[in-house]
């Protein structure tokens, strides 16, 4: 979350997209803050990549992923189950 949220607590915060927010205007996204356990919306713009992702889910566990672009917008939404963990193979 940029320096310059509105709100104190969540500024500086690291999170995990969780989706959109489908309201009217303005646009947001939905946002979990693990280190604060803690879920809020943001703006786009309130926004910033780290470039790192949310940990894999557990094979055979039914589970959604959005991307977003680095300027915050929703590139899409997938659903997918992951069939097996594939680290353990050589």
Do not use: C
């Not at 969780?18 to 803690?38: C, N």
């Amino acid at each position: 979350m940029s320096a310059t949220h509105e709100d104190p607590d969540l500024q500086g915060q690291t999170g995990v997209v969780e989706g959109w927010v489908d309201r009217d205007e303005p646009e947001t996204i939905a946002v979990w803050f693990e280190a604060i356990r803690r879920a809020d919306v943001a703006k786009p713009e309130d926004l910033s990549a780290t470039g790192n992702k949310a940990p894999r889910p557990s094979a055979g566990q039914p589970t959604t992923s959005q991307r977003v672009g680095i300027d915050g917008s929703l590139l899409g939404t997938e659903e997918y189950v992951l069939v097996d963990d594939l680290t353990f193979y050589l």
